[in-house]
């Protein structure tokens, strides 16, 4: 009884010591930006009203006077990126802007219910579209890939007078599909993915090729580097990609230093709850409750 008594104890100080962490990185969600305005909410056109008060309530936004709230359409998915007008618009998201310097942080707050897209594939798309400084936040109330998600993001960032460039929206959105397409039918696992699209990108800025040849070669560099095999379709796939986005005159500088920005950020946070010992840290806590358990089972014996 004393060894469970004492085990509660390192839970309580556990939750204590992460507790100021997450209320840090969350913030006081009561405020309103007056410099960057109200958070915008964009709400799939095919969710119920019951739907809709679910995804309000996973994104904290079930406050109307705390937020500008939209609705994504098909209509929006063939004006923004080209799609098919007869999609069913589910996943939604909300979007926060930040100050310069903050960088793009994107947030899938029910992973369980965005099955095809993860926070960098979103990352990497919204930036090579051009969205800057922001916390974007997704969710969705039922099972679904997550692309529409990305639709309802360019929405909210082409009203009150702002506008994204359509044709990098487009290549955006192809990445999404390309980054998807690798992870569901090549069986590349989904953060190497994001770390090809990401190193391919860097090596774009710092080589600043001039051909197709040139980012051919590029591609099959990283792809090398990382030890991914791909059949010449895919390959070809990828080539193709990042010559439109060549072609587009993308600053892959500038989208590199962010993507930068949100790994160093991450790793900072997981840095001050772990004191920079993160693998020593996980076995901790793997240990810990590995002990609560034995000892459980030693009341039954």
């Known amino acids: 009884m004393k060894k469970i008594t004492w085990m509660l104890v390192v839970v309580t100080l556990i939750g204590l010591a992460v507790t100021p962490f997450v209320l840090a990185s969350t913030g006081d969600q009561n ?65 926060t802007r930040k100050d310069e310097g903050n960088g793009v942080v994107v947030n899938v707050v029910n992973p369980e219910n965005i099955t095809e897209v993860t926070n960098e594939m979103y ?19 039922k099972k679904v890939s997550g692309h529409s998600a990305l639709t309802g993001i360019y929405k909210a960032f082409n009203v009150d007078g702002e506008s994204l460039d359509k044709g990098r929206m487009e290549v955006a959105n192809e990445e999404l599909d390309v980054a998807t397409d690798l992870a569901e039918d090549s069986g590349v696992d989904q953060e190497k993915v994001s770390e090809l699209l990401s190193e391919i990108k860097r090596e774009i800025a710092e080589q600043n090729p ?31 990609l990042f010559e439109k986005m060549r072609n587009l005159n993308i600053d892959f500088g500038q989208v590199t230093e962010q993507l930068e920005t949100i790994v160093s950020d991450l790793k900072g946070k997981i840095d001050e709850v772990t004191g920079g010992d993160t693998e020593g840290f996980w076995q901790g806590v793997k240990n810990f409750f590995q002990n609560i358990l034995d000892s459980i089972r030693g009341l039954f014996n």
Do not use: F, H
């Open 210 to 240: 001039a051909t197709k040849e040139d980012v051919e070669r590029i591609v099959s560099e990283q792809l090398d580097q990382l030890n991914i095999e791909l059949s010449p379709e895919d390959r070809e796939m990828l080539t193709n």
């Open 123 to 141: 990352a990497n798309a919204l930036l090579t579209a051009g969205v800057e400084n922001a916390l974007i936040e997704v969710a969705s109330p």
């Open 31 to 95: 405020v309103i930006d007056e410099k960057n305005g109200k958070p915008k909410v964009v709400l799939g056109e095919a969710l119920s009203d019951s739907d809709k008060d679910k995804v309000r309530s996973l994104l904290n936004a079930t406050d109307p006077e705390q937020v500008e709230e939209y609705i994504v359409t098909a209509e929006d998915l063939v004006n923004y990126i080209g799609g098919d007008p007869s999609s069913n618009m589910y996943s939604s998201a909300k979007i």
